[in-house]
């Protein structure tokens, strides 16, 4: 049996009937996603007619993904064309679900009121509240532990005085980090060792937003390892974090 991986050229046309149908649901949004990186943002996708299960499987697979802004019938029904998110919209994108969560905005409010000085609130606060947006979930996202991220003289003490000033303001499960504390010389270098580059996300209370490694694999519910992270460490993280639980169209690389 011949096990070599064949890698095809990246095309803005996807025709799924040299793929096994099992594959469809990893190969279509790992195709978008490389598309709209290679900024292809113009798409045509064939699944022919026959029963209508595939297709109708990968409508349902278009309208719930973030990287498609619309979809539209092509022909006599054997394709779907796809348009999707341009990039430079991301950052618009965030903001919206930003503004549209109380929950956060009471956390930025309580930050800017108590300190610490240019911090951001990032993390699973913030993913996850994009993340359950994307799921098509009602309501807010659960709530998590509130990463506060700033630059000071490294003293955990006073990583400690800002969160019970924060509690006070507002309960919450605050973590406030001076990354200083780990050798990094600022809050946006810090944020870029965490473990996924979904996660390296944040937002200031002025509404400044931040993105360590872009927004592309946090629009594409992509789980990857960061960088920095050491990737031996890395199948203990993702066993502890149970990723496909939580968010079940997450995709994990």
């Known amino acids: 049996m011949n096990d070599e991986v064949v890698v095809l050229p990246l095309s803005d046309e996807l025709d799924l009937h040299t793929f096994s149908p099992r594959d469809v649901g990893s190969l279509v ?13 113009e798409l045509r996708l064939v699944h022919g007619k026959g029963s209508g299960a595939l297709r109708a499987g990968v409508l ?14 092509d022909g006599n029904w054997g394709g779907t064309r796809i348009a999707l998110w341009d990039p430079a919209e991301d950052e618009a994108r965030v903001q919206a679900v930003v503004q549209r969560s109380p929950r ?16 951001w609130i990032g993390a699973g606060a913030l993913r996850n509240r994009i993340w ?6 009602d309501g807010e996202a659960e709530d998590t532990d509130v990463d506060v991220v700033w630059h000071g003289e490294g003293d955990p003490d006073a990583d400690a005085a800002y969160e019970r000033a924060l509690n006070a303001r507002l309960p ?13 010389r600022s ?8 473990p996924e580059t979904a996660t390296g996300v944040a937002v200031r209370p002025d509404g ?4 360590a490694h872009g927004w592309g694999d946090l629009f ?9 992270f050491p990737e031996v460490d890395w199948p203990a993280r993702l066993r502890a974090k149970q990723w496909r639980q939580r968010f079940p169209w997450v995709r994990v690389e």
């Open 29 to 41: 949004p790992e195709w978008m996603h490389a598309c709209r990186e290679a900024g292809m943002l």
């Open 60 to 73: 349902a697979l278009l309208e719930r993904s973030p990287l498609v802004r619309e979809t539209r019938a």
């Open 104 to 119: 956060l905005l009471a956390l930025l409010e309580a930050v800017a009121a108590v300190g610490p000085p240019g911090a």
């Open 132 to 137: 359950h947006t994307f799921h098509r979930r």
């Open 172 to 184: 919450a499960n605050w973590e406030v980090v001076d990354q200083a504390r780990y050798g990094a």
């Open 187 to 194: 809050g946006e270098e810090g944020m870029a060792r965490w």
């Open 208 to 211: 400044t937003l931040f993105a």
């Open 220 to 228: 594409a519910m992509v789980v990857r390892r960061s960088p920095a």
